[in-house]
C-alpha cells in the first residue's frame, strides 16, 4: 500500500541556518504529495504541495521537489526563524483514493 | 467563512463511557473526512463522506466507533465503551471536491482515564 516514511526528529538548529527535512515515499500511480505544519497548539496547515513529477511547491521560504526517480519530496528552508518551530509532516494522496496518508511528522526547534 | 470547528476542543472520560464529538465543516464542502492522530505519530485515516453517504471506512474504524453526516453539513463520530488505546486527537477535515485540499480543524484531544 501506499506509505509515506520522513526523518525522525527531533531537530534542533539555530536561527538563519538550513533546513532539510528528508521525505521518501511509496504509491502506485501518480500521487499527489503535500508537507503540512503543525504549529503548537494549532490545527494542520498546508504548507505546500506538488502534483506532478519534477513541480516544485514553495511557501513561506520553504521549497520541495517532487522526485519521481528518487520517490523523494525533501522540504529545504535556506535560513530558519525560531517561528518556524513546529512538527512537519509529509503526506501523499492518490488519485484512486481521497484520503491523506502521513508521515510521523518531523519535530523542529530553532534555537535563537 | 471560520474553517472547520470542532466541537469539543478536549474531552476526559472514564474508561466504558461513550464519548461523541462534533465537526463543522467549510461550508459548501460536500466532503468531509476524520482522521486520528496519537502521539508521536502522523494523522491515520478513518471514515470520509460525500455529501451524507459514508463512502469509506478504515479497518482502524473497529465496531465501537460510528460516524454520521445525516444532513449532509456537519457530522459527528461517537465512540462507544472507550478503551484506554482510544486517546488520541480526532481531527476532522473538509473539502470541495474529489482531490482538492483538505483543511483541518483544530481537532479534539480525547484522554481516557
Known amino acids: 500500500g501506499n506509505s509515506v516514511t520522513q526523518m525522525e526528529g527531533p531537530v534542533t538548529l539555530s536561527e538563519e541556518a538550513f533546513l532539510t527535512i528528508n521525505c521518501t515515499y511509496t504509491?502506485?500511480?501518480?500521487?499527489?504529495l503535500f508537507w503540512y505544519v503543525q504549529y503548537p497548539g494549532e490545527g494542520l496547515q498546508l504548507l505546500l504541495k506538488?502534483?506532478?513529477?519534477?513541480d516544485k511547491g514553495s511557501n513561506k521560504g520553504f521549497e520541495a521537489t517532487y522526485r519521481k526517480e528518487t520517490t523523494s519530496f525533501h522540504l529545504e528552508k535556506g535560513s530558519v526563524q525560531v517561528s518556524d518551530s513546529a512538527v512537519y509532516f509529509c503526506?501523499?494522496?492518490?488519485?484512486?483514493?481521497?484520503?491523506?496518508?502521513f508521515g510521523k511528522g518531523t519535530r523542529l526547534h530553532i534555537l535563537p | 467563512d471560520t474553517g472547520v470547528s470542532q466541537d469539543p476542543r478536549h474531552k476526559i472520560t472514564k474508561r466504558g463511557q461513550n464519548v461523541t464529538f462534533r465537526c463543522d465543516p467549510i461550508?459548501?464542502?460536500?466532503?468531509l473526512y476524520w482522521y486520528r492522530q496519537t502521539l508521536g505519530q502522523g494523522p491515520e485515516f478513518l471514515t470520509y463522506?460525500?455529501?451524507?453517504?459514508?463512502?469509506?471506512k478504515s479497518r482502524l474504524l473497529s465496531d465501537r466507533f460510528s460516524a454520521e453526516r445525516p444532513k449532509g453539513s456537519f457530522s459527528t463520530l461517537e465512540i462507544q465503551r472507550t478503551e484506554q488505546g482510544d486517546s488520541a486527537m480526532y481531527l476532522c477535515?473538509?473539502?470541495?471536491?474529489?482531490?482538492?485540499?483538505?483543511?483541518f480543524g483544530p481537532g479534539t484531544r480525547l484522554t481516557v482515564t
Open positions: 477535515a473538509s473539502s470541495s471536491t474529489w482531490g482538492s485540499e483538505q483543511y
Open positions: 503526506a501523499l494522496s492518490s488519485l484512486e483514493d481521497d484520503k491523506i496518508i
Open positions: 463522506f460525500q455529501n451524507e453517504a459514508q463512502l469509506e
Open positions: 506538488a502534483t506532478k513529477a519534477d
Open positions: 461550508s459548501e464542502h460536500n466532503r
Open positions: 504509491a502506485t500511480g501518480y500521487p499527489s
